[in-house]
């Protein structure tokens, strides 16, 4: 029993990585080009999808091309509760990964002492007497989204080897109701199995707060969405892995966000 406790203690404290427990995310305004080739994202974190409230900072924000360049993104305004940008597609027709980059944010740790668990956000607190480390991390977001000029092209899909990832295995500017978004989660290059992947439906309101499916990758880190209904979509992954030498903390509290729309045949 106690062990079941402590483990429901350590879930919940990832699930509050970032922003006091909201969500980031990356959403277009339109997952089309607009106005000669011009695209508009917000950047930001959430409990409503897509409702801003805390503004997605600290990062580059980039993109990639079609032709698999990266490069910054044309304009970034930073607002209170989000990031505005904006960008040309001068690459010309095919498929943009537009992303956030890596945002290292809070520092968590917590300990168990004479019993009782306590946490902190405080990196320089000392843990009391006796105390026993249980979790020592400090939480890294990335948001992505894929936008098309024209039909859809894959250079801009190639995964990064580096960090949490979702790899799209069906085309995201390619997904239709009664088809399924295939995709593989990768962690530093290689694939993650038995990752939980929540999906959310971007309603704008408290019903997007709870998922819509909740997948299992299989022992090739594979899952599949099936697409029942038209909209915009949230994937979320969260996962915990060791930071890099010279980090603040041992481990890094990775979120990552995917968003998506689906459309009716």
Same mark, same amino acid.
């Given at each position: 029993m106690k062990t079941a406790v402590l483990l429901a203690a350590l879930l919940g404290l990832l699930?509050?990585?970032t922003?006091?427990?909201h969500t980031p995310y990356l959403a277009p305004a339109s997952f089309e080009p607009m106005h000669g080739g011009m695209v508009t994202l917000d950047a930001a974190f959430?409990?409503?999808f897509f409702v801003? !409230?805390?503004a997605f900072d600290h990062s580059e924000f980039r993109v990639t091309a079609p032709d698999g360049s990266t490069a910054p993104i044309d304009n970034v305004q930073r607002l209170k509760t989000r990031a505005v940008l904006e960008h040309h597609l001068a690459a010309g027709k095919g498929t943009y990964r537009f992303s956030t980059g890596p945002r290292l944010g809070a520092i968590f740790r917590t300990w168990e002492v004479d019993g009782k668990q306590e946490s902190s956000r405080d990196p320089a607190k000392p843990l009391p007497p006796g105390a026993r480390l249980l979790a020592h991390y400090q939480s890294l977001s990335v948001s992505e989204a894929y936008i098309t000029a024209g039909a859809p092209t894959q250079p801009a899909l190639k995964p990064y080897g580096k960090g949490l990832e979702l790899v799209a295995l069906t085309h995201p500017s390619d997904l239709y109701v009664t088809e399924n978004f !295939?995709?593989?989660?990768d962690y530093n290059g290689k694939p993650l199995a038995g990752q939980i992947v929540e999906i959310f439906r971007a309603s704008g309101d408290r019903a997007s707060q709870k998922p819509v499916a909740t997948l299992t990758t299989d022992?090739?880190?594979?899952?599949s969405f099936a697409l029942e209904s038209e909209g915009v979509y949230l994937a979320l992954i969260r996962y915990?892995?060791?930071a890099p030498d010279g980090a603040a903390a041992p481990m890094h509290g990775y979120n990552y966000t995917l968003s998506f729309r689906v459309l009716e045949q």
């Open positions: 699930a509050v990585d922003a006091s427990a959430g409990e409503e801003p !409230e805390v !295939e995709f593989r989660i022992p090739q880190g594979k899952a915990r892995g060791k």
